[in-house]
């Protein structure tokens, strides 16, 4: 253990126990004193910052923890951060939460803040998903939003993601300015607490419905729908808040055979029937899949516990398969853009958006429909960022990231799992009324544009020393580039860091066009490609690999697929991820 760190851990805490904490909270400090001082460490050692989706971490006292100060301190900061950008004028925030345990508490504190710095608080009246708040504020006319979730975190956590007017994740530079003004508060004393519950407003099912309304405007197919709509659907919100808004979008456009897991609509965050609540997880849909097979349903879907993200799992001769994040996204890709054209929607102005970690094959769609594609850093809210940069230019048809979130239309600015279970049913009506299943939709785009086989390999470090660890790997990635990966030579690297990608054959360099970001990508002559990156709100370093291959006539889908595998784990070994 590091003592002269316990040490300066332990002047920090003592700042809570002299400071206007409650009781519990020091008496809690207090332990950790006593009897935890490892514990004591990674709770005081640093503060919670904003990453890719705001605050998230593990609940419980500490600057490093997520707990009702660090909260009101968050908000106060936001707060001081609104009334330079938007001098004079009057401000208002809408505010929700999902199922996590404390999500209600940390929402009602985050609405007493607000209300205390005199900014106007609309409060859904109990829990919502996250893109039901994305929409509330553009809605609304708000200045920020916040919503109370730590996604598909385990149950020891809680998280805080914040909102900027135009409905989306905030980004450089407010992110690292409200740090900065978070950085500024050392004590919940310079905190505005005495709460004006005449500025608090409870929301609830009127946004509901006006939000459900608009989202049956972005089906495109109804004829299709009309024809199908006995196809059979299995969902589970997984204990969170799909419940809410999934099961009535579906049948708001119509499908009627809609049947839920009852165990896991009951909401609940300590997420009881499953070890993670993380939809990419096969477990978390192990119970959704047996009541599919029982009622032999078509279609499996699952949203994780604040419905931004959604897995799909398809009926193939009565075996359901999990798809995963990139295929999903390409079949969404495929088929809006298939309706576009269509429908002769498609007049030279439209354009879809994709992570620079998420499958090139929606790249290559797009390429085919004649769109314009963009690729943007790790982040929903970067995808919202070219929405609004293009907004009044151009046409946002489809967004999406392989970490299973989907965007259509401009009306939210977050992924939105409500919006794509009814665009998964919709394609899967599509899909239906040509005799073929979506798993038969995906084979078609495998032969026509290339087969494409992703994974993502999670390297775990907890702590100050799990951090350092990480930091180190990137150091000796950038330091030591590999010259080949799986038998086939690096011939780009791309450093999102330095913003520069090197073309190693011709011995060239470009710019990156994209914010500085702590990521590195290896491409291979084969087109293999590798993108490292620390993840920005758990403790681990993430491997994306993508392999490509051509899916030939007589050869099966089991052969490619097993091929391709065999040269991820090649890739594995040679980068030692094994």
């Given at each position: 253990m590091d003592n002269q760190l316990l040490e300066e851990v332990k002047l920090k805490a003592q700042k809570w126990l002299d400071g206007p904490y409650d009781e519990q909270t020091k008496a809690e400090i207090n332990h950790l004193i006593l009897n935890k001082p490892d514990e004591l460490i990674e709770s005081f050692y640093t503060d919670l910052?904003?990453?890719?989706?705001?605050?998230?971490?593990?609940?419980?006292?500490?600057?490093?923890?997520?707990?009702?100060?660090?909260?009101?301190?968050?908000?106060?900061?936001i707060v001081n951060y609104l009334k330079i950008n938007f001098p004079n004028q009057e401000l208002s925030a809408a505010i929700a939460y999902d199922c996590r345990n404390?999500?209600?508490?940390?929402?009602?504190?985050?609405?007493?803040?607000?209300?205390?710095?005199?900014?106007?608080v609309y409060l859904f009246d109990s829990l919502r998903p996250t893109p039901e708040l994305?929409?509330?504020?553009?809605?609304?006319?708000?200045?920020?939003?916040?919503?109370?979730?730590?996604?598909?975190?385990?149950?020891?956590?809680?998280?805080?993601k914040a909102y900027w007017d135009d409905g989306a994740q905030i980004i450089a530079p407010h992110d690292k300015n409200i740090t900065s003004e978070?950085?500024?508060?050392?004590?919940?004393?310079?905190?505005?607490?005495?709460?004006?519950?005449?500025?608090?407003?409870?929301?609830?099912?009127?946004?509901?419905?006006?939000?459900?309304?608009?989202?049956?405007?972005?089906?495109?197919?109804?004829?299709?729908?009309?024809?199908?709509?006995?196809?059979?659907?299995?969902?589970?919100?997984?204990?969170?808040?799909?419940?809410?808004?999934?099961?009535?979008?579906?049948?708001?456009?119509?499908?009627?055979?809609?049947?839920?897991?009852?165990?896991?609509?009951?909401?609940?965050?300590?997420?009881?029937?499953?070890?993670?609540?993380?939809?990419?997880?096969?477990?978390a849909l192990k119970m959704a899949v047996a009541k599919a097979k029982q009622v032999n349903a078509d279609i499996v879907m699952a949203t994780?516990?604040?419905?931004?993200?959604?897995?799909?799992?398809?009926?193939?001769?009565?075996?359901?398969?999990?798809?995963?994040?990139?295929?999903?996204?390409?079949?969404?890709?495929?088929?809006?853009?298939?309706?576009?054209?269509?429908k002769n929607m498609l007049k030279g102005k439209e354009y879809i958006v994709k992570t620079i970690v998420t499958t090139e094959l929606i790249a290559d769609i797009a390429k085919a429909f004649g769109v314009e594609y963009y690729d943007v850093l790790t982040?929903?809210?970067?995808?919202?960022?070219?929405?609004?940069?293009?907004?009044?230019?151009?046409?946002?048809i489809v967004g999406g990231e392989e970490s299973y979130g989907y965007l259509a239309g401009d009306f939210v600015r977050d992924k939105d799992a409500v919006m794509a279970c009814a665009l998964i049913a919709e394609t899967?009506?599509?899909?239906?009324?040509?005799?073929?299943?979506?798993?038969?939709?995906?084979?078609?785009?495998?032969?026509?544009?290339?087969?494409y086989q992703e994974d993502l390999i999670n390297l775990v470090r907890k702590g100050k020393q799990g951090a350092e660890e990480i930091q180190e790997m990137m150091e000796s990635f950038r330091s030591k580039p590999p010259k080949s990966i799986a038998g086939s030579d690096v011939v780009i690297i791309k450093d999102y860091s330095s913003q520069i990608s090197k073309n190693i054959v011709a011995n060239t360099s470009e710019a990156i066009d994209l914010p500085?970001?702590?990521?590195?990508?290896?491409?291979?002559?084969?087109?293999?490609?590798?993108?490292?990156?620390?993840?920005?709100?758990?403790?681990?370093?993430?491997?994306?690999v993508s392999v490509k291959s051509e899916m030939l006539e007589g050869v099966s889908f089991e052969t490619v697929q097993k091929l391709a595998f065999d040269k991820i784990n090649l890739v594995k070994s040679d980068l030692k991820l094994d």
């Open positions: 910052e904003f990453g890719t989706g705001g605050l998230r971490g593990i609940m419980g006292v500490g600057t490093n923890r997520m707990n009702i100060y660090t909260v009101a301190m968050a908000t106060q900061g404390n999500g209600e508490l940390f929402a009602q504190k985050t609405a007493e803040i607000f209300s205390a710095n005199d900014v106007k994305s929409f509330a504020i553009r809605h609304f006319g708000c200045q920020t939003g916040v919503v109370l979730t730590a996604s598909h975190n385990p149950k020891e956590y809680n998280g805080y978070v950085r500024k508060i050392s004590s919940i004393a310079d905190v505005k607490q005495t709460p004006k519950s005449e500025l608090i407003v409870k929301i609830g099912e009127e946004i509901d419905k006006i939000y459900l309304d608009k989202l049956t405007t972005i089906i495109q197919g109804k004829e299709y729908i009309k024809q199908a709509k006995d196809l059979k659907i299995v969902f589970t919100p997984i204990h969170g808040t799909g419940v809410v808004l999934v099961p009535a979008i579906l049948r708001k456009i119509g499908f009627e055979k809609i049947y839920n897991v009852p165990e896991q609509d009951e909401t609940d965050g300590n997420f009881p029937t499953v070890i993670s609540p993380n939809p990419e997880n096969a477990e994780d516990p604040d419905a931004d993200r959604v897995a799909v799992a398809v009926n193939v001769n009565n075996e359901f398969i999990l798809l995963n994040g990139n295929q999903t996204g390409a079949i969404l890709a495929y088929y809006m853009l298939s309706m576009w054209k269509e982040g929903f809210k970067y995808i919202a960022g070219i929405m609004k940069e293009n907004e009044g230019k151009k046409t946002f899967a009506a599509w899909a239906h009324t040509q005799n073929k299943s979506l798993w038969d939709i995906l084979m078609d785009i495998y032969v026509k544009f290339g087969y500085k970001a702590n990521v590195l990508q290896f491409i291979t002559a084969d087109e293999t490609k590798i993108s490292v990156r620390p993840s920005g709100t758990e403790p681990k370093i993430k491997f994306y």
